[in-house]
């Protein structure tokens, strides 16, 4: 079986401040997904990568850049942190079966 | 665009109850999925369904593609079962997701 790892797992951030989110797998799986969770809604995919170095955006990429430089890492950067911003943040690859795999989340506060 | 609709939002059990838990979706689907939410966030994959009919130990998913929905069947509730179930539908590479439901069992 193979893991998500997602860095760091609570991250605090102060207003305006530039913030990385890091994503690793080692399923080999060629597509990799970043999406958030607000508290009591449902997943909003920010952006999406089909293979090393190609980036999609979703519906909630505006605030966001990502880097896929190697088929096994997805980034996301949050540009500039939101006050009062807190959200969950879940990385995901998908395998040729179409199932997602999640990792164990990373959680933002900004102060 | 394309919704998933969940329902019910919440439900409250006593243990030993069944539960049944809906997803429907506005567009036809390619594949769908359900997972648990556990209370701390993550997400553990329960069924991958695109059609039919899956059953793993006291959880039963249907889904039938042509009615655009799925339901998770949860028999003889424990109090572990309690949290979110997410259903998400999948269509080329994009996954849309439901808003949840849910789920607390008490003794």
């Known amino acids: 079986g193979g893991i998500i790892t997602q860095t760091p797992k609570f991250l605090i951030g102060q207003e305006g401040q530039k913030l990385t989110l890091k994503c690793q797998q080692n399923?080999?799986?060629?597509?990799m997904y970043w999406y958030r969770q607000d508290s009591g809604k449902g997943l909003r995919l920010i952006y999406y990568s089909i293979t090393e170095n190609d980036l999609q955006k979703g519906d909630l990429s505006e605030g966001y850049d990502a880097s896929r430089e190697k088929k096994s890492s997805f980034s996301l950067t949050v540009t500039s942190a939101q006050k009062n911003e807190m959200a969950v943040f879940l990385c995901?690859?998908?395998?040729?079966?179409?199932?997602?795999?999640f990792g164990h989340g990373t959680k933002l506060s900004v102060l | 665009g394309q919704q998933v609709q969940q329902s019910p939002a919440s439900l409250v059990l006593q243990e030993g109850e069944n539960a049944e838990l809906q997803c429907n979706f506005s567009t036809s689907l390619n594949s769908m999925q359900w997972f648990y939410q556990r209370p701390e966030g993550s997400l553990v994959s329960l069924f991958y369904?695109?059609?039919g009919t899956k059953q793993s130990g006291r959880l039963t998913s249907t889904t039938v593609i042509k009615e655009r929905r799925s339901s998770l069947h949860i028999s003889s509730s424990q109090i572990t079962d309690s949290g979110t179930y997410l259903c998400?539908?999948?269509?080329?590479?994009?996954?849309?997701f439901g808003a949840g439901t849910r789920l607390k069992v008490i003794a």
């Open positions: 995901a690859s998908r395998d040729r079966g179409e199932r997602l795999f």
């Open positions: 369904n695109p059609s």
């Open positions: 998400a539908m999948a269509g080329n590479y994009k996954y849309v």
């Open positions: 399923f080999n799986h060629d597509t």
